[in-house]
């Protein structure tokens, strides 16, 4: 069975450019997005991902998410 955390980990995975947020809960459906926030935080707390605000041109800072196999760190 495959739990929204999983599904989440494995997305962010398939992302290393990083998803903010509200990209995460359009893509897989997750609902309310304040879900994936706590999802994301969890994670974040744990290790596999990271978190870090990120400025895209013509739009305003949002956090996004990062697996940690990415480099980022």
Known sequence: MTTNIHTVLDLSRKHPEGLDD?????MTGI?????????CTRLEGEGPICRETVEKPGKRKKIHNFPIEAGRL
Do not use: K, T
């Open 22 to 26: 509200d990209e995460i809960s359009e």
């Open 31 to 39: 609902r309310p997005r304040q879900q994936i926030y706590q999802i």
